[in-house]
């Protein structure tokens, strides 16, 4: 087999294994270290220290050697430098804090109070529950930007109480999951940082430019919402006064400054310094976790055993996402160096694609590896591929980062692979079906689709806010 041979059966035997369940950053390190090792393979580099072994004086000595004749391969420095470059890499730094905010607002029992106010405060919208989850979901997800957490935290504090409304199972249930994903769209979200991370494209830009299509993707799922309710009401009745009483407009605005707006001025305050440049983002993430901490002692939710929960979940997802980082470094060195990168790129050079027929083909295969891959593995594993590829067909990385984010929404969204039906799945009442969850989900995909499509034939809504900001 030639090297750029062996590269491709490299991604083959990958993806393969990911098939098979193994752990993913493991895999790419085990798989980035033994190619390696053939790619950099020296044999006179190996037998300088066989070549001492003459000279052992002892049986340990010579066990010494043959060690050191082993591991005398550049793949192990290559790992070693990596490795380091990961961790010093100041943009994933911000990467922990905003999980840690993330965690101790989901602890401050907060999304509660902030439904029953939205709840209230909407009643007298069609669908006024559903347009509650949806908002009360894409804030909880925008300062989490967890999914998992999202999902199942509304699944069970907003599932119950949309079918003790008489609402549609399904269409309950797609609420939640659509909403739950937005997360890994809306700044701030850690998903756009590890993009920034393997692009190259300021973070800064990247979060301005993702805000617009985030809002116009809420907006859609809110018209679905709101426009399927008029059209189709049994899907979502009226509330009645005992289920959502009537509350003095005084009481109303308390309840709004109580709840409402504490988590919006967090969430603002972070992006605001992030966006006008009053901070960089690792610093608006410190200002995010210590806003998070204070909210939690506000409502008088902050306990040892909730920031202990706190400190170990950031730990093992920023472990998560690092030993990430430092497998597919490794991986990508290896496989470019093979030759892998080349053979794609001349591979697609010669399907002689127009810029659009490139960016379809790129996005409907992100939107394929969604169904068994997780966004984090996708972003770190396979957008690196098409990168070298943007420039041949002059493709804004920021434009192309903004559009991928959004069809990501689908890897959460799209069966049988759906892992925000999962979730919602595993709390969700016992007459709350799969089969449900997933027919709930699908118009909400239809949604990410109008979406994408609005970014490519409006590009501004990516790049106004970039441009207004710093500049074109």
Partial sequence: MTDPQVALFMLGLFIFLVFLGFPIAFTLMAMGIGFGYYAYFEPDRMWRAFNRLDEAASSFQSISLWIEGFFNNRIFDLFINQTYTVMSNEVLT???????????????NIV??????????????PGSMGVAALITCALFATATGIVGAVVTLMGLLALPAMLKARYDKSFASGIICAGGTLGILIPPSIMLIVYAASSGVSIVRLYAGALLPGFILVGLYLVYVVGRSILQPSVAPRPTKDEVPDVPYGRLIFMIVTSFLPLAVLILAVLGTILFGLATPTEAA???AMGGLVLAVAYRALTFQRL???????????????????????FSAVFSYLGGETVISEFVRGLDLTPFQFLLLAQFIIFLLGWPLEWSEIIIIFVPIFLPLLAIFDIDPLFFGVLVAVN????FLTPPMAMSAY???GIAPPDVKLTDIFKGVLPFLVMVFICMALIYAFPQTIYYLPNHFYGG
Avoid: H
Avoid at 408 to 411: A, D, M, P, R, V
């Fill in 94 to 108: 911000a990467v922990p804090l905003f999980l840690f905010m993330g965690y101790i607002v989901e602890r401050a």
């Fill in 286 to 288: 410190a200002i995010g």
């Fill in 112 to 125: 509660d109070r902030l439904f029953t106010t939205l709840n209230i405060a909407s009643k007298n919208v």
């Fill in 423 to 425: 979730y919602l799945k």
């Fill in 308 to 330: 202990r929960e706190s400190v170990y979940l950031t730990v093992r997802t920023t472990a998560m996402v690092c030993w990430l980082f430092v497998g597919s470094y490794v």
């Fill in 408 to 411: 990501l929404q689908t890897s």
